[in-house]
T-cell receptor, first 117, second 117 residues
Framework: AQKITQTQPGMFVQEKEAVTLDCTYD???????LFWYKQPSSGEMIFLIY??????QNATEGRYSLNFQKARKSANLVISASQLGDSAMYFC??????????????FGKGTHLIIQP | GAVVSQHPSRVICKSGTSVKIECRSL??????MFWYRQFPKQSLMLMAT?????????EQGVEKDKFLINHASLTLSTLTVTSAHPEDSSFYIC?????????????FGQGTRLTVV
């Protein structure tokens, strides 16, 4: 079974609208971390937001927020007031374990977001 | 956030030669770094975990003799693709984690686009 599932291969959104990118995960480890990255055409991976499994509040970073629904194993990324520069691939990723940094990330297949003027 | 620098960003090499890719953490020490591979229009796949002062840990299916990893200092890990072949052409990207409080964030280098001709 896939550990990270992103069901939207591509999305078109009008500029200034809010966007929700879906991500569900599968793990039996009680400690885990969820990440979202943006990958523009240049290839670099830009860290957007992090949510720990024990965090009580949903993570927010500027225009990015993470809608964390633990019981549903869902970690959707919400981008408010989308901009043309938001067009890119977006990857959801998970690290299993207590977060000591000793484990690599498992990535979803990504969502290609295109913002239209 | 923390800065991870990867070099070179692009390399073209002849089949049968070896290529070395460097990954540096610029403003923090990283006992662990990770190497990922990304084929066109696909997700990132973890290849190996690089451990400072000890042997790397390879994911299943990754040939350790082909992808040599050296992590000789707390700020530098290298990946050497030995006897490269056209099927090794891919985007290789490293990451390192910086622990902040209870979490460890994962920051990525700029990636290296390898083309074997």
């Amino acid at each position: 079974a896939q550990k990270i599932t992103q069901t939207q291969p591509g999305m078109f959104v009008q500029e200034k609208e809010a966007v929700t990118l879906d991500c569900t995960y599968d793990t039996s480890d009680p400690s885990y971390g969820l990440f979202w990255y943006k990958q523009p055409s240049s290839g670099e991976m830009i860290f957007l937001i992090y949510q720990g499994s024990y965090d009580q509040q949903n993570a927010t970073e500027g225009r990015y927020s993470l809608n964390f629904q633990k019981a549903r194993k869902s970690a959707n990324l919400v981008i408010s007031a989308s901009q043309l520069g938001d067009s890119a691939m977006y990857f959801c990723a998970m690290r299993e374990g207590p977060g000591g940094g000793a484990d690599g990330l498992t990535f979803g297949k990504g969502t290609h977001l295109i913002i239209q003027p | 956030g923390a800065v991870v620098s990867q070099h070179p960003s692009r390399v073209i090499c002849k089949s049968g030669t070896s290529v070395k890719i460097e990954c540096r953490s610029l403003d923090f020490q990283a006992t662990t770094m990770f190497w990922y591979r990304q084929f066109p229009k696909q997700s990132l796949m973890l290849m190996a975990t690089s451990n400072e002062g000890s042997k790397a840990t390879y994911e299943q299916g990754v040939e350790k003799d082909k992808f040599l990893i050296n992590h000789a200092s707390l700020t530098l890990s290298t990946l050497t693709v030995t006897s490269a072949h056209p099927e090794d052409s891919s985007f290789y990207i490293c990451s390192a984690g910086e622990r902040t409080g209870r979490k460890t964030e994962a920051f990525f280098g700029q990636g290296t686009r390898l083309t074997v001709v």
